[in-house]
């Protein structure tokens, strides 16, 4: 018999004749992001549950692939790793963790696990990676994050019939547009065009693998506290109109939700299902009431967010960014003025800091004495984040989906919206890991 679990996220789990495969986990959240957001549609997980993992696989270095806590509770249950080539820094996060047991998958190339289950990676971009499961007559696509260029479509559909594709049904994850300065409307309307973009790209991966079943799954992340719920909204697709939309456009496909926990067997092509219900609802209207009455019922449990006391890391930040900027800034911003402030509980409660990237200076006080040329952007990150991030706890890239840090951008230097999102996310990883931005780390 062969099952193939959907455990959560982007996470599979393929069990076959007592062989384990566990592909992308993350599942036990840790701080910051616990405070930020939830696994939703919920579960309670247990490393005992697991068993034995013969064999674990990441498609790439996103935490929500290859999260370091989770990846620690499960390492004495984990046999083997497999992960793809030409990614040093995932094979470094591994051996960090004290995993030596390390196969390397070739780019199209497959590996026998044993004789009836076996993988092929396959990547068109150095990053994201999808993996091709044969589990005795039985084929799984597991695609993640990764959108690969037509050609290699292409090579998959002609070397593979696929039985079940689990595709990421939306592209919620992209900070793309909701880290803008922009009216709500304006966010729907881009949110809805990138919907858009990625069904287009689904369709086209269903086009050319003509998988029998499509599953939806990814994105289980959920902002829950109760003044950012609406960011789980904006358009975005949920999986039963993923679903729905497949069907329509590709009649001759079964298109199955599935809620974390559920099990297909693949001889029978039953679904068992772990909870009564649908969490996900029918439309989005539904989804974001299902988030609310779970974020209400849970609220004990649920950590509220502190944003901190801006005073208490104001010397430290100081002498950080003098240091900081002393080394150049990538993305052309070198010759711009930037406030960064520092908030706190209220309004009132916050620290200005005025950056001019040309000259290497900061200087601290109020914007309402602050002289000479208007910054070109101001910052707004709360004192809670600015401390975990100058004690590298939280890397800077992280910490955007927080979506606690605000971004104004001057409307003089305004370009189209995703240049805009590209620019501030880059200033902003720039700013406080130069590193991530020059490709050391």
């Not at 208490?312 to 900027?325: H, I, M, N, P, Q």
């Not at 600015?386 to 370009?415: I, K």
Request: include cysteine; charged fraction near 20%.
């Amino acid at each position: 018999m062969t099952e193939v679990e959907y455990v959560t996220h982007a996470s599979l789990s393929v069990r076959r004749a007592g062989c384990c495969l566990l592909l992308d986990p993350f599942y036990f959240l840790d701080e910051p992001l616990s405070r930020t957001m939830c696994h939703f549609p919920a579960r309670n997980f247990e490393t005992v549950e697991f068993g034995q993992i013969d064999y674990v696989f990441s498609s790439h270095i996103h935490p929500d692939h290859s999260h370091p806590l989770t990846l620690t509770r499960l390492k004495p249950q984990i046999r083997h790793v497999l992960l793809p080539a030409e990614r040093p820094e995932l094979q470094a996060r591994y051996r960090s963790l004290g995993f030596d047991d390390i196969t390397l998958l070739e780019n199209g190339e497959t590996f026998a696990l044993r004789d009836d289950l076996e993988v092929t990676a396959f990547w068109s971009d150095p990053v994201d990676c999808a993996l091709v499961v044969r589990a005795g007559d039985h084929v799984i696509l597991h695609q993640n994050d990764c959108q690969l260029t037509p050609p290699v479509l292409e090579a998959i559909g002609q070397r593979f019939s696929v039985d079940y594709a689990f595709l990421c049904y939306t592209a919620a994850q992209d900070l793309f547009p909701l880290l803008l300065d922009r009216p709500a409307s304006e966010l729907e309307r881009l949110a809805r065009a990138r919907e858009e973009e990625r069904f287009r790209h689904n369709l086209a991966c269903i086009a050319a693998w003509k998988p029998s079943h499509v599953v939806p799954y990814s994105m289980t992340m959920t902002y829950f506290q109760p003044d950012q719920i609406h960011l789980n909204g904006y358009g975005r697709f949920v999986p039963n109109l993923f679903c729905e939309r497949v069907r329509a456009a590709r009649p001759g496909v079964r298109a199955d939700s599935m809620q974390p926990g559920d099990v297909i067997e693949l001889d029978s092509g039953r679904i068992r299902q772990a909870a009564k219900g649908d969490a996900w609802g029918a439309n989005l209207d539904e989804y974001l009431a299902n988030i609310r009455q779970f974020a209400a019922e849970h609220r004990h449990q649920l950590p509220a967010f502190d944003p901190g006391s801006p005073r208490a890391v104001t010397g430290e930040l100081f002498e950080y960014l003098r240091g900081r900027l002393k080394a150049p800034f990538q993305r052309g911003v070198a010759k711009g003025m930037v406030c960064l402030h520092v908030t706190g509980a209220t309004a009132q409660d916050r620290v200005t800091f005025l950056l001019n990237l040309k000259a290497g200076t900061v200087v601290r006080g109020s914007p309402a004495w602050l002289t000479g040329p208007r910054p070109w952007l101001s910052v707004s990150v709360p004192a809670t984040i600015v401390q975990l991030l100058l004690e590298h706890s939280y890397d800077p890239f992280s910490a955007l989906y927080s979506y606690r840090v605000g971004f104004q951008l001057d409307a003089e230097h305004r370009r189209s919206p995703r240049e805009d999102t590209e620019l501030l996310v880059s200033f902003f990883v720039d700013l406080f890991a130069p590193a991530l931005v020059n490709g050391v780390l």
